[in-house]
């Protein structure tokens, strides 16, 4: 087991882009972090700056969940 002493923590970047406990989420589950239907999701696509989707698989996409809450938190400053 490890002790705290023998475990460093290093600063975040950027807390909305930790690769450490990144999730991607598929399109019902990006829809209901951002509050928007599905077929909103779709439409916010064509944003500029809006996340990219990755392929996951045959007929799977989904989007990292720290770039959702990135997009999310620069739409809120605005």
Known sequence: ???K???VILPQQD???S???DRVLRPKAQAELLGVSRTSLW???LEPGF???IRVGVGSVGRLESE???W???RQEV
């Open 1 to 3: 087991m490890y002790s």
């Open 5 to 7: 002493d023998s475990m």
């Open 15 to 17: 807390k909305y882009r």
């Open 19 to 21: 690769k450490a406990t």
């Open 43 to 45: 439409r916010l696509r």
């Open 51 to 53: 996340p990219k989707v």
């Open 68 to 70: 959702l809450l990135a």
């Open 72 to 74: 999310l938190h620069s």
